[in-house]
């Protein structure tokens, strides 16, 4: 008999590297244990990618629940690691192996003195700010509700931090357009752009008294990584990348109407009456020049980390491996990790050619490249889950099956877990009592 047949694997996660993992995994005849957070698994696909990519964000959770929907893997939802299930506890069940892809939830902290304690009080971090975007038009959401201000301060500079710029720009349009009592929709404002829309109500933002935000990057604009930059490349293809770079950020300030402003970074803050009122910027470079640059609201971009454990060793940000290539974590025995959990970011290398016509596409179609991005992304991480599920596969042949009835115990453990937060077994009755109301619903 094989003896992956009498191994059972829990999973942390079940976003796109812990469910390929599981898809994986009873191929090969394993059982799998799947312990969400949410009650949806989806990750970052529902929480992180702005709610316009409709299209995109169906077709990455269907494939998700393609996987998922199988008698061998067991979906325990709304069970948090570290507080309903620990890892001494799933340690002490006996299960063969136990795999981290808990992905990257923690926004990675601006380096500056007690700065956190100033979140809700003139500061917002991204995960937070495009969850809320993403679910408050929802009767049942309940986070922290975020308040929008004109004239805010975005500190970051990657593709996620566009898209809160994005999501800054649409929110204070859309109030100022319905204070006049014009209904706007959202999903033609992202896709025809800021200036469209007011053209065609005969307004400006000057008109409805909207300054508009300001991202403040560290690096020089061309370093912004809105187009990859292969590692092997020639100064001349570089120079053209740059140039790329800068056009399609031109381009995309027209559209959105945002102020961009390179080489300075926040080095100290400015608080009064116990709130961030905004930051003391510095210049990069041989002046080092400090200004001073007020807001009513700061939103930090400037990554994701993984949420740390204390069970789980870490170094710094991320997760303490031993052996890069198996990726199990160091001092512990049979723990893995996966996907983001590993990298704190998508991990892949990227190339592309830039022929005029790759370059006229991109300034042209950039907010379907990246969408196309960010498929790359998930395929990247699915394509190092399967690489990483072969090494665990031959870790666990070299393991001792577990026997039928310590199977049954592990089993009925999950059931006690699954039945505390009313999940019956059937995944896609749960999926879709849990699935929120879609905006584009809406009337």
């Not at 512990?332 to 959990?341: C, P, Q, S, T």
């Not at 370059?359 to 969408?371: P, V």
């Not at 699915?382 to 099956?401: A, C, F, S």
């Not at 999940?423 to 905006?439: D, F, Q, S």
């Amino acid at each position: 008999m094989d003896v992956n047949r009498s191994q059972i694997v829990a999973i942390i996660g079940g976003g796109v590297a812990g469910s390929e993992a599981a898809a994986q995994l009873v191929k090969r005849g394993v059982k799998v244990l799947i312990f969400e957070q949410h009650a949806l698994p989806y990750g970052k696909i529902e929480e992180g990618l702005p709610k316009w990519h409709v299209k995109l964000r169906d077709q990455e959770e269907q494939k998700i629940d393609e996987k998922l929907d199988h008698p061998d893997i067991h979906y325990i939802p709304c069970t948090r690691f570290g507080k309903d299930i620990t890892l001494k506890a799933l340690q002490q069940w006996g299960v063969s192996a136990i795999l981290l892809a808990f992905g990257a939830w923690r926004d990675r902290r601006l380096p500056i003195k007690d700065i956190d304690n100033y979140i809700g009080k003139g500061l917002y971090y991204q995960n937070q700010l495009v969850s809320w975007f993403n679910h408050r038009h929802e009767d049942r959401w309940s986070a922290m509700a975020c308040k929008i201000e004109d004239d805010a301060i975005i500190v970051g500079g990657g593709l996620a931090s566009l898209d809160v710029v994005k999501i800054v720009m649409i929110e204070l349009l859309l109030s100022s357009l319905q204070k006049l009592g014009i209904q706007q929709d959202l999903f033609t404002l992202e896709k025809d752009g800021i200036p469209a829309v007011l053209k065609k109500h005969q307004l400006t933002l000057k008109k409805l008294g909207i300054k508009g935000c300001t991202l403040y990057y560290r690096r020089r604009i061309e370093d912004m990584p809105l187009t990859p930059l292969p590692t092997k490349i020639s100064k001349l293809q570089k120079e053209k990348i740059y140039s790329l770079r800068k056009r399609i950020l031109a381009n995309l300030q027209r559209h959105y109407c945002f102020r961009v402003v390179e080489n300075h970074f926040p080095v100290d803050k400015l608080v009064q009456d116990d709130r961030l009122i905004g930051f003391i910027f510095q210049e990069r470079g041989a002046s080092g020049k400090l200004i001073r640059v007020y807001s009513p609201l700061t939103i930090s971009s400037i990554g994701s980390v993984p949420e740390k454990y204390s069970e789980i060793p870490f170094e710094n940000d991320l997760l303490a491996l031993e052996e890069p290539l198996l990726v199990k974590v160091k001092g512990l025995e049979n723990v893995f990790a996966i996907g983001n959990a590993v990298t704190g970011r998508g991990n892949i290398r990227e190339s592309l050619t830039h022929s005029r016509a790759t370059t006229q596409h991109l300034l042209e179609n950039f907010l379907q490249w990246q969408r196309n991005h960010f498929r790359q992304l998930v395929r990247a991480q699915e394509l190092q889950t399967v690489t990483t599920i072969n090494e665990i596969d031959h870790h666990l042949k070299t393991r001792t099956g577990l026997s039928h009835s310590k199977i049954n115990t592990i089993l009925q453990k999950v059931r006690q877990l699954q039945l505390r937060v009313g999940y019956t077994g059937a995944y896609r009755e749960w999926i879709a009592r849990h699935l929120p109301v879609r905006l584009e619903n809406l009337g």
